[in-house]
């Protein structure tokens, strides 16, 4: 099941990057400890009412220098193209301004669901305030406070209300969903063409159902693929789609949908901040991760040449540790053959789940082998490990104290799973809890 997205649109300065905090909470800071990624504030999830949802805030997205008008006009198309649900912002204390009328103009002409908030309101005094924001035609106001988290809750339920009952965009689980996400001209659609173009491919071509993906389904040797979101194939138009931001914002949406993640790079360019960044948010959501060097056919090669490319890549994705490389052509096909067994390892190993006894004697050997550490004293007890959760593999570990399990011993622990089971290609959880 792919989440909801919320976007919140309006004019600058009414709020809605605060609100976007307050609504994704502690989950920014989080990813931005992960070495090596730091990630736009301009996307996130939240969870509501046991409702998880993805978020974006448009006013992130700055679209080239686009007059300012034009500017929060692409920004509420956005919106519209991407969100199910549209929180549209205004501010009480400035009251309903022309460019709140603008932006209420362009949501006017779509269908997407907008809920009205009206931020800023800060004490009960001001609630006066947003009566004359009925005038902007969207039914009730929700007054809010961002600075003093008044009347978030009440925005929420209102906006987990207008949540599409279910996906049409389900796929049968044992599909296997993958994406190729990677810069402009890295190569994505070649790649893409050769896969289909290999001759015991069998394309089913059945085009997105959702608003703007186009999916490709197909099958080979029996088994069914579906490519996601397909970038690089897509009808192209919209001035906002060269957008870097944009491009970004469609590849996190790809990602989420996807159970593989093929992070494409592009031999005679090596590898940008940006690369970075997107194969970050892919490990942080848990996909399964192939890198993909693409254009190997370009560069000049002795036998030294694709063990320093693999070092450079291990290097600049250190959080990846786990993801295979393969390196290829999508242009002469050498070596594209190689892709799609990689995808259904990275699959496998992404939904495998592991025997209870076996998984607590790998762990209790590491034990005796490396002991747990102390903290003033106390040591750290483990008693028993669960797989609780596939997709990626996720493993409770009951202990004494959650506190004293360092991120070192977590990735020793992880290391020896590893080990064990040869979980290549997909990121796995370890979860310390207190066995009470
Ligand atoms: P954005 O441009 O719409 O993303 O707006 P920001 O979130 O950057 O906020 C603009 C300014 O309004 C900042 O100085 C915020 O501190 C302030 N602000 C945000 N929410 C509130 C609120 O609820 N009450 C008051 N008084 N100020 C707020
Ligand atoms: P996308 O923007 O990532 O979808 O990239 P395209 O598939 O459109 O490819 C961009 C350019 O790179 C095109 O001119 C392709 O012909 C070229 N290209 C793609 N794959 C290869 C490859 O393996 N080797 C070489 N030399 N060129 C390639």
């Known amino acids: ?33 992960v070495p090596g990624v730091t990630r736009d504030r301009i996307y996130s999830s939240g969870e509501w009412l046991n409702q998880e949802f993805n978020i974006i805030d448009t006013g992130g997205i700055d679209i080239g220098d686009e007059p300012f ?21 205004t501010s009480g204390r400035e009251g309903v301004t022309s460019a709140d009328e603008e932006v209420a ?12 908030a009206v931020n800023k309101v800060d004490n009960p005094e001001m609630r006066e305030a947003i009566y004359d924001f009925y005038a902007l035609g969207f039914g009730e106001p929700i007054p809010i406070s961002g600075s003093h988290g008044i009347g978030l809750g009440d925005l929420l339920d209102e906006v987990v209300k207008h949540f599409p009952k279910h996906d049409d965009q389900d796929y049968d689980e044992e599909t296997i969903k993958f994406s190729l996400i990677g810069r402009p001209n890295v190569g994505k659609s070649s790649l893409v063409n050769a896969l289909l173009g290999e001759e015991r491919v069998i394309v089913s071509d059945i085009a997105g159902t959702t608003r703007d993906a186009i999916d490709t389904q197909y099958t080979v040797d029996g088994r069914d693929y579906v490519i996601i979101d397909t970038a690089g194939m897509r009808k192209k138009g919209k001035v906002y789609e060269s957008t870097e931001k944009y491009s970004v914002l469609r590849a996190l949406k790809a990602i989420e949908r996807s159970d593989v993640v093929l992070v494409v790079l ?4 090596g590898i940008i901040e940006q690369d970075k960044k997107i194969a970050g948010y892919a490990h942080e959501a848990g996909r399964a991760v192939v890198i993909v060097v693409n254009k190997w056919d370009a560069i000049e090669k002795d036998e030294k040449t694709m063990k320093e490319f693999e070092e450079k890549i291990r290097d600049n994705f250190q959080f990846l540790d786990y993801a295979p490389i393969v390196f290829l052509s999508a242009k002469t096909k050498k070596r594209t053959h190689t892709l799609l067994p990689m995808i259904n390892l990275a699959s496998e190993n992404h939904a495998m789940r592991v025997q209870t006894n076996v998984l607590n004697d790998v762990v209790m050997d590491a034990v005796a082998m490396n002991p747990t550490p102390t903290d003033k004293g106390n040591r750290l007890r483990i008693y028993y490990v669960t797989q609780v959760a596939v997709k990626p593999p996720t493993f409770v570990i009951f202990v004494n104290d959650p506190e004293l399990m360092h991120f070192s011993y977590e990735r020793f622990l992880e290391n020896r799973i590893r080990d064990a089971f040869g979980f290549e290609g997909t990121p796995i959880k370890l979860i310390a809890r207190a066995r009470k």
């Open 1 to 33: 099941m792919s989440k909801p997205i919320v976007a919140i649109v309006g004019r600058p300065n009414v709020g809605k990057s605060t609100i976007f905090n307050r609504i994704v909470g502690e989950r920014i800071s989080i990813v931005e400890d």
């Open 266 to 269: 592009n031999a005679e360019e």
């Open 69 to 89: 008008l034009a500017q929060i006009r692409h920004q509420a198309e956005i919106a519209i193209d991407e969100a199910d649900v549209i929180i549209f912002m």
């Open 105 to 116: 103009k362009i949501l006017y002409r779509s269908k997407t669901p907008v809920v009205l």
